[in-house]
């Protein structure tokens, strides 16, 4: 998954590290909703095992079981049922293959959000393959070279999915690629960018705006927001930098200032950016619940960054300020659900 640490990449910005902030999940953004989806490949004739939806190859369409899945191209004729008697189950047991006359590219239709995707590929009969799967743009999510000791290979990975159709394909190292089973489960995820209300949205670039208002229901189904009513702390220091870091809420100016969010109850990776360019008075200090996800003096380009995880038991996450804070500031935070 994709840390949402900053960097200085240029003499007057900050880039994002690693993915670009365009793979963001562009909006319009999508309500958290339960979503979980177990998908076995196989030919059309073989049993399908308890808990899981059949793929047999067919192009992405509608399977009439209330999901929308499939092939870029017909890809009935590379589905196996091997009725192995040493394979864990029929899952792996039956497969799908990939490189077998065309490069093969599966979809599934789901709500733009974040997910964790669950790949397992190998083969029962046969070590002949190189595996290597990619699943939207996260290159080789699952790599493995089978022997006669090892078959099957399996990875877990959180993706965005910004188009509405979550993407698995062969990666460049690929041979004879081969694929039994997919897990998929939407987890909670959403980035936001603290804001003066006259700022516009930054949707394209995958933030939802906190403009300082009292916690309640905001877009796209989210509730969100502060303690008390923080519209008058909310910056835009106006610096040629980058369009998220000169944007910020001051959280100790005139009380202490609380920002909470709606979650699930669950464990959650909390990043966060802190700062204001050029601006070195402060002594940042932020914690996520319990834990100070966020320490330092505003150095450089005046921004202090962090990465923790932490639990919500009580359905809300609550961003504070933390012991030994002084003029703390938020830029932006960074939620995904593990």
Known sequence: MKRFLWSAATTLGLTLMSAPALAQSPGPFSAFAPFELRVNFQPANAPVPTGFVADSGQVYGSRGNGFTYGWNQDNTANTRDRNNPSTPSQAYDTIIRTQNGANFTWELAVPNGYYEVRLVAGDSDFIDSEYAFSVEYYGDVLRGTPTADQHFFEAVKLVDVSDGRLTVRSSSPAVNNKLAFLEVK?????????????????????????????????????????????T?????????????????????????????????????????????????????????????????????????TGIANVAVLDGRLTVKSAPGAGNNRINAVYIRQQ
């Open 232 to 304: 008058a702390n909310m910056v835009d220091a106006g610096h040629d930098v980058d369009i998220v870091a000169q944007r910020h809420a001051r959280m100790q100016q005139g009380g202490e200032r609380v920002w909470e969010i709606a979650v699930p109850n669950g464990v959650y990776e909390v990043s966060m950016l802190a700062g204001e360019p050029f601006n070195y008075v402060g002594a940042y200090r932020i914690q996520a619940e319990d834990t100070v996800v966020l320490s330092g003096m505003p150095t450089g380009y005046g921004y202090t």
């Open 186 to 230: 939407r987890k909670f995820g959403i980035d936001i960018n603290f804001q003066p209300a006259s700022n516009p949205p930054l949707e394209n670039f995958g933030y939802l705006p906190d403009n300082g208002l009292i916690y309640g229901a905001r877009q796209f189904g989210f509730t969100y927001g502060w303690n008390v009513d923080n």
